[in-house]
Structure formats: structure tokens, C-alpha cells
């Protein structure tokens, strides 16, 4: 299978150590086009010296005639060839941890029964002391169901859950927010709706992710009515506000009001429709879009936008 280039491999090689030797392994790359990232010391001794070499290329088949030109220098020896972004992703990307140690019984006790029989009391009399005494008000709900994975499409809930759990990493990392990706193994908007709003209560928002157009408005718009949280389409909102934000500060620069300008708009899409109904709200009067699709037109203009064309 061509790979869809440019891409990074990483060439673990064993090098002789006297001068020189590492000008060839990189003059056999370069004569066969490859480019030539991170170089990193792994190893030295008086004999050998072993190091890891990025390299871009844009093909298995160029990827495959690096290897062979190394392959044959004298002094050196390739050991592996590897991907280290399928390395960085083996065991998944995130994983649930305890806020609270264990340690000795007493500890257990406070944790799990006979402890936390009271706060579940609590919370019975008083259901809003769940945001308070559980994680569910710091809990996102990632829900897909793979049909629009980045620019990939519909693979499928599985091949998309990298994309998840990079999502749940950046909640982490950048605000302090647990994630929780959710695959859903149907395409049918109903079902998806149905098992969003059933499983809901463990969350204190949701997030739709990557689901395409047209099933994602309705998906969106009836959680939001049946939801007492907050519902999030990412590719429609999030992209929404980031291009706002973007084309505020580009017309600042410009010297342009957003409102009196003329914008056009090219794929009425899931983001594409989301950005031109955000434009209007901000107030920009003059929104063009055009698109194949003419149920993508018809939505554009139910949200105030005007068809080129």
C-alpha cells in the first residue's frame, strides 16, 4: 500500500566510529531524496557508535530504496526501521488514574465501602452534590461514530479512537479535564441520540466528535433538547469560534469591518455551515457560500447566508 506522504521513519543504525562514516549514512539518504530530521545519540563506544536518524520521505517505495542504499555502506549496520508515532500511541494515550491513594485499610474505607455509602446519601437527598463529591461535573463525554475522522472520513469508531484520546490528552494537559471516549458502533442518528442521552448522567458535558453532516445537526440539536449539560459539536462550534476569532484579527489588520465586508465561503459542510452561521450572528452581512450538496445550499440559507452562483 503507497503511503500518504510526506511521512517520518526513524533508522536505528550502527555506525563505525571513525570520521566520516555518518556523512555517508546521510549521503545515502539525500541521493535517494530523503529529508533529514532529529539525529540522536542512543550509544558510543571505541569501536561503534549508534544513533537514530529521522527521515522524511514521501513513499514505502522511496522509503524502501533509503533502506537498501544503507544497507549496503560499508561499516555500517542498519538495526530497525520504525514509526515513532505508532510507538508514541502503543497502549493508548490516556488512561484512568485515582485522585485518591490506597495505601492501608483506613484509606480503602474512606475510598470504597463502608465510607462511601454516606456520600451516596448525600447525593440521593441532594442530586446536585454530585458535581460537588464526584467527577462527573469535570467529566467530557467524547462521543463518535467514526463516519468523519479528520480528513479521513468514515473509518469506522475504532480506527478513529486515536483521534479520541488525543482529544481527552489535550482536555487533560491544557485545562485540567477528564475525557472519556465513547465509540459508538451505529451510524442511525436515532440510536446515537438515544445512547448519548441514556448515558449522559456520568457526564458534566458532551463533546461530538467527528460525526458528518447531515446526521450530526439533528444528533446535535435534539441532545441539546433532551440534555440539562452542555453539547458540543467540535468540527461545527469549534471550528466556528476559531475562525471567527481569526477573521476578527485578520480584518483588524486589514482595516476592514467584519460586519460591512463581503465573505465567501467554500464547502457548506458540517464546519463550513457552523463558521457561516457564526459570521452572521457576529453580524457580517454579506456571507456567500457555495457548495455540490443542495441540502448543504438549503441549510446555508435557512441560517442567512446567500448562495453564489
Given amino acids: 500500500m503507497e503511503l500518504a506522504g510526506p511521512i517520518w521513519r526513524t533508522l536505528k543504525v550502527e555506525i563505525s566510529s571513525r570520521p ?48 537498501k542504499a544503507v544497507e549496503l555502506l560499508q561499516g555500517v549496520k542498519l538495526i530497525a526501521v520504525f514509526d515513532e508515532i505508532l510507538l508514541a500511541h502503543q ?7 485515582s485522585r485518591s491513594p490506597i495505601r492501608n485499610l483506613d484509606q480503602l474505607r ?88 441514556k448515558i449522559a448522567p456520568t457526564f458534566g458535558a458532551i463533546l461530538l466528535e467527528d460525526i458528518a453532516s447531515p446526521a450530526c445537526y439533528r444528533v446535535e440539536e435534539e441532545l441539546r433538547h433532551r440534555l440539562h449539560i452542555p453539547v458540543l459539536h467540535d468540527d461545527q462550534h469549534g471550528t466556528a469560534v476559531v475562525t471567527l476569532a481569526a477573521v476578527i484579527n485578520a480584518c483588524k489588520y486589514a482595516r476592514l469591518d467584519l460586519r460591512s465586508a463581503t465573505v465567501g465561503v467554500i464547502g457548506l459542510g458540517a464546519a463550513g455551515l457552523a463558521i457561516a452561521k457564526m459570521l452572521v450572528s457576529y453580524g457580517a452581512r454579506k456571507v456567500y457560500g457555495t457548495d455540490k450538496r443542495q441540502d448543504a445550499l438549503d441549510r446555508f440559507m435557512n441560517n442567512g447566508g446567500t448562495v453564489l452562483g
Fill in 20 to 67: 566520516g562514516f555518518l556523512g555517508k549514512v546521510a549521503g545515502a539518504i539525500g541521493e535517494q531524496g530523503g529529508e533529514i530530521g532529529e539525529i540522536s545519540l542512543i550509544s558510543v563506544n571505541p569501536i561503534t557508535t549508534t544513533r537514530q536518524i529521522e527521515v522524511q520521505v514521501k513513499s514505502e517505495q522511496q522509503l524502501s530504496d533509503i533502506v
Fill in 110 to 197: 474512606r475510598v470504597y465501602t463502608p465510607g462511601v455509602a454516606n456520600v451516596c446519601r448525600a447525593i440521593q437527598k441532594q442530586p446536585t452534590l454530585a458535581n460537588l463529591y464526584t467527577g462527573i461535573g469535570n467529566t467530557v463525554g467524547i462521543i463518535t461514530d467514526g463516519t468523519a475522522i479528520l480528513g479521513l472520513g468514515d473509518i469506522g469508531p475504532q480506527a478513529g479512537m486515536p483521534v479520541m484520546e488525543g482529544k481527552a490528552a489535550l482536555f487533560s494537559e491544557l485545562v485540567g479535564i477528564s475525557g472519556v471516549p465513547i465509540l459508538l458502533n451505529t451510524k442511525e442518528p436515532d440510536e446515537i441520540i438515544d445512547t448519548v442521552a
Fill in 91 to 97: 497502549g493508548g494515550k490516556i488512561k484512568t488514574v
